[in-house]
């Protein structure tokens, strides 16, 4: 059976990347992206210049200028680094069909037949990067790690950033698993990985030497993967986006700027949200039962919040925020600073083209869905807009927001 060859695809500082393609005179300076430069904010995504300074993601903005007096903060921009990654999966769907999105700026590739084509993996790297520079500019580079599974073809691509190619080769490993702490590895996070080291298993080869049957008594079905990761091995398939795993839920949440924080502001931000999620899962074909409203008081302040299931199934922003302010006024909650506010539906189901309407009203208002989805789809989202919508474009989106259920059309 021939061995498989992953490619694991990660952009590099990818948002401020970005950011200095887009604008000449960024570029070799040190720069933020950040949700809203001049409040409190943090750090989504520090350039190479900025990183050497110390300077990291999640990283509170004025720790980020203290560390880096000179570094220059720049509001993210969501929609460029979604149509950016449009772009080069458009490239990558090119060089093999089993594509896999692992996140925004992160993409698994299964080119087991199509490496010989291009003289084997490593040349194949190197054309990718070549039609990337190319296509998306110099600024815009990518690490490639080649390897015979993805969770060691994802360790070797951080341990080449930036900007470079790298392969592990399977009889390679067992000399490297002693030097791999288990916290390195993707798919250990850091609960897992606190556990495992408090019974002293702090490498890939102590993982390896536990027994299995232990590792399945503490860890369930996850524990025989934590025994494959130990020995060097992946069996996880490349799932390509187009056999995705079906969506379970679809939601959206919004920022306020300190100045806009209010209840009643934070309602009408919700309403457009709701309308979104409405536009969403209609474009998805789905309808849904369970409803989720959930608010911050203040930047570092918990998430509150609450869900209610409905005794039908809707696809009708409407119906969400309706459903919302119910449990608002459940939750007997009325805070004065509201600095997120979030929708999310759940309990889904293909919609099938059948209606679980019942009353004139909500035929009209499935007509007039319908309808405004059509002009949409035409003329694009602006064509029809409410109030609630233009104060929900108005407020700076929150850039670090993005999340796998991400559509990718391209």
């Not at 490239?91 to 594509?99: S, V």
């Not at 608010?295 to 409905?310: D, E, N, V, W």
Request: hydrophobic residues 35%.
């Amino acid at each position: 059976m021939m061995a498989r060859i992953i490619m694991h695809l990660d952009m590099d500082s990818y948002f401020a990347s970005v950011e200095q393609q887009a604008n000449p005179s960024l570029r070799g300076i040190p720069i933020g992206v950040t949700g809203r430069p001049k409040e409190r904010s943090i750090i989504v995504a520090a350039s190479r210049e900025a990183k050497r300074w110390g300077v990291k993601s999640a990283m509170p903005n004025w720790e980020a200028l203290k560390l880096c007096p000179s570094l220059k903060l720049v509001s993210g921009k969501a929609e460029r680094y979604i149509a950016t990654t449009k772009r080069f999966l458009s490239i990558l769907k090119r060089y093999t069909p089993l594509l896999e999105v692992f996140s925004i700026d992160e993409v698994f590739m299964d080119v087991t037949q199509e490496a010989r084509h291009y003289g084997g993996p490593l040349n194949m790297a190197r054309s990718i990067k070549d039609e990337f520079r190319e296509a998306l500019g110099e600024c815009i580079t990518a690490t490639v790690g080649i390897a015979s599974n993805k969770a060691f073809a994802k360790l070797i691509a951080k341990r080449n950033k930036p900007n470079g190619i790298g392969q592990l080769r399977d009889e390679e490993i067992p000399s490297l698993l002693s030097e791999i702490p288990i916290g390195e590895v993707c798919g250990i996070g850091r609960r897992i990985e606190g556990r495992l080291e408090r019974v002293g298993i702090h490498t890939l080869a102590d993982l390896g030497r536990t027994s299995q049957r232990y590792l399945k008594q503490e860890f369930g079905v996850y524990g025989l993967f934590l025994k494959e990761i130990g020995q060097g091995r992946d069996p996880t398939p490349v799932i390509p986006y187009t056999t995705a795993a079906p969506v379970k839920s679809v939601g959206h949440s919004k920022s306020l700027p300190p100045q806009l924080r209010s209840i009643d502001l934070a309602l009408l931000v919700l309403r457009g949200l709701c309308d979104k999620v409405g536009r969403r899962l209609r474009k998805l074909g789905y309808v849904g039962r369970t409803v989720y409203f959930g608010f911050r008081l203040g930047s570092m302040s918990p998430h509150h919040g609450k869900q209610i299931t409905l005794p039908f199934s809707t696809d009708d922003g409407e119906v969400i925020y309706n459903a919302c302010l119910a449990i608002e006024r459940k939750m007997l909650i009325h805070p004065k600073n509201v600095s997120q506010v979030g929708v999310s539906v759940s309990n889904l189901a293909e919609r099938r083209g059948r209606s679980g309407y019942l009353l004139d009203e909500d035929r009209r208002r499935e007509r007039l869905n319908a309808a405004t989805d059509r002009i949409r789809d035409r003329f694009g989202e602006r064509a029809i807009v409410t109030g609630e919508t233009l104060l929900f474009d108005a407020i700076p989106e929150h850039v670090g927001g993005f999340s796998q259920g991400e559509e990718w059309e391209f």
